[in-house]
Nanobody, 122 residues
Framework: QVQLLESGGGLVQPGGSLRLSCAAS????????MGWYRQAPGKQRALVAA???????AYADSVKGRFTISRDNAKNTVSLQMNSLKPEDTAVYYC????????????????WGQGTRVTVSS
């Protein structure tokens, strides 16, 4: 079984910064893509940023230039550096691991973390 453990959420003032981290643990052979999604009250969960094993990245338009995603393949971790935070960034942020294989020949699976709350408010 694979588990994702997130950390780093909290309350921050507009213009401030936070860094989210996520560590995948368990029997892991490889992870194709890791990313962060967020869900604001009354809205659907949406992609914030994703990073492939080869380090190619994708960002939601609303966070480009403010957020940076990075990963450590050896440690199966992914981080999201969030700068210039805005009230509209307030949401529960979920770590995602896609294309997770427990062996070289296993079927790939998708895993989610429990979520960490980010509140941007003065």
């Amino acid at each position: 079984q694979v588990q994702l453990l997130e950390s780093g959420g909290g309350l921050v003032q507009p213009g401030g910064s936070l860094r989210l981290s996520c560590a995948a643990s368990g029997s892991i052979f490889s992870i194709s893509t890791m990313g962060w999604y967020r869900q604001a009250p009354g809205k659907q969960r949406a992609l914030v940023a994703a990073i492939a094993r080869g380090d190619s990245t994708a960002y939601a338009d609303s966070v480009k230039g403010r957020f940076t995603i990075s990963r450590d393949n050896a440690k199966n971790t992914v981080s999201l550096q969030m700068n210039s935070l805005k009230p509209e960034d307030t949401a529960v942020y979920y770590c995602n691991a896609n294309g997770v294989r427990t062996t070289a020949s296993s079927v790939s699976s998708i895993y989610w973390g429990q979520g960490t709350r980010v509140t941007v408010s003065s």
